[in-house]
């Protein structure tokens, strides 16, 4: 199983046994070559993972979304159905819509809702739509799950945006020297901070629901776990299982 990842503490909680992540800091393109010999390798699926932005008003910090379609541009991939249905159905309560992928944060609200009006989407990040192209290149199924780190209302400083390395790691000199250079950004920079432990607590908890391999069914050793009969995923709130 690949797992595709923007941030290396994403990736730290995306890890388990027979799991390959790379964590490509908003560019899945330096990874691709070592992707492409992981599938070529045996890797079955490739899954993305980790934090987005949102681009419906309702979603909030902490809200898990499961990808129909990712887009860029004027492309859309869409997600593996079968396999979108089991995510949502482990993580009761997500959202299920599309995801679009940006080359560069979405930092101001207005910006976001331009987004959602011109695509549709309901959560944006930066690395979903490259994933999926990576799926569809090899013949892999593909699908992305992700949590929402900054409401659309948030609007997102520029240390924020300059604090992310494109090992994933974050760069925490650049984002001193931002403040020091424009010190009003502090209060933003504390709730976009306050946001973003929210959002890493639910991706924790919902990465144990999800189990090692995200309910894919192509390791035989979960499908006795996996529920009977999945729905087609659509673009509303996912119901969540019987007790």
Not at 105 to 112: D, G, Q, S, T
Request: hydrophobic content about 50%; some cysteine; proline content about 7%.
């Amino acid at each position: 199983m690949i797992v595709v990842t923007g941030l290396k503490a994403e990736a730290r909680i995306a890890a388990a046994s027979g799991v390959r992540v790379f964590a490509c800091g908003g560019n899945v393109g330096l990874q691709a070559r070592a992707i492409k010999r992981a599938v070529f390798s045996g890797a079955p699926a490739i899954v993305s993972f980790g934090i987005a932005g949102a681009l419906n008003s309702h979603l909030t910090a902490g809200d898990w979304v499961v990808a129909t379609e990712a887009m860029s541009g004027d492309r859309s991939i869409e997600t593996d159905i079968e396999w979108s249905s089991r995510l949502a159905q482990r993580l009761p309560g997500a959202e299920l819509g599309a995801i679009a992928t940006v080359a560069n944060p979405v930092l101001h609200p207005r910006n976001k809702r331009r987004l959602h009006l011109d695509t549709g989407a309901i959560a944006v990040d930066m690395e979903s739509f490259h994933a999926a192209a990576l799926a569809e290149e090899l013949g892999v199924p593909f699908a992305a799950v992700r949590v929402i780190a900054d409401p659309m209302h948030r609007e997102i400083p520029p240390a924020a945006r300059l604090g992310l390395r494109p090992d994933g790691t974050i760069a925490v000199g650049a984002v001193l020297y931002s403040l020091l250079s424009k010190p009003c950004q502090l209060l933003s920079l504390l709730r976009v901070s306050g946001d973003a432990v929210i959002a890493f607590r639910a991706l924790f908890r919902g990465r144990q629901e999800l189990g090692p391999h995200f309910a894919s069914v192509l390791y035989p050793t979960l499908l006795a776990n996996e529920p009977a009969g999945s729905a087609e995923p659509d673009r509303r709130r996912a119901e969540p299982l019987p007790a």
